[in-house]
């Protein structure tokens, strides 16, 4: 496929690309439910994998025909996480895309130097949606250190970007596991859930994981 120039300048990830980032991504979470359930249900309400599985195998059938641009494949995904995935993961990953679409607003691409504005936008409509901070032992404890890593990346070469991106969520993510909760129904157990991974945290870190993987097969 011929590259464009996206607004930053360097190589680009189209709509092509993101659309094969989040069907990735729906069959990974099939794999990875069981265990997203299990970490949920240590701390949780124990449906974070069957939720996150469902919303997003809607998510990929509503890509399969997909023929809009960027801005509006992430806008679709929102909608879809809203209206299929349960308990708070839906609100929170629904108002990431919601965002990260408003920015993406008449661009057909993005660029090594976009993606930390791009993971801000999801990170802030996170942190406001879910009246959040860091060390709260959740899926914000990935997000808002991502946005360092890209924009220190900005300048690296898009699989080294991404492949940053990819270990710097699983690192967070393992961090959480240290976090006392303070927000949501792990909160009810105080200093109990000190030992525990935060399960959006996880699948936060699978999303950005899938993305390096699944764009390092496009071949970029």
């Not at 449906?47 to 990929?60: E, I, L, P, S």
């Not at 860091?134 to 220190?152: F, I, Q, S």
């Not at 157990?189 to 097969?217: K, M, N, Q, W, Y």
Request: net charge negative.
């Amino acid at each position: 496929m011929t590259r464009v120039k996206s607004f930053s300048g360097g190589v680009d990830v189209q709509v092509t690309e993101a659309v094969a980032w989040f069907q990735a991504y729906a069959d990974r979470l099939q794999q990875e439910k069981e265990h997203l359930t299990e970490l949920d249900s240590r701390i949780g309400d124990g449906d974070h994998g069957a939720n996150m599985a469902r919303g997003w195998k809607a998510v990929k059938e509503e890509l399969e025909s997909f023929d809009q641009g960027l801005s509006e494949c992430f806008m679709q995904v929102s909608k879809t996480l809203i209206a299929k995935v349960g308990g708070a993961s839906g609100p929170l990953y629904g108002t990431a895309f919601l965002r990260m679409s408003m920015k993406l607003k008449g661009e057909a691409s993005v660029s090594p130097g976009d993606w930390a504005e791009l993971i801000q936008a999801g990170a802030e409509g996170i942190r406001q949606r879910g009246k959040v901070s860091g060390g709260e032992k959740t899926m914000y404890d990935v997000w808002a250190p991502l946005v360092d890593a890209a924009r220190d990346g900005a300048d690296l070469e898009e699989t080294v970007l991404l492949r940053s991106l990819a270990e710097t969520a699983r690192e967070k993510a393992e961090a959480t596991r240290e976090m006392k909760a303070t927000k949501g129904r792990a909160s009810y157990l105080g200093e109990r859930s000190i030992g525990h991974l935060d399960p959006g945290a996880v699948s936060t870190a699978l999303l950005f994981e899938v993305l390096c993987d699944t764009l390092s097969r496009e071949g970029m």
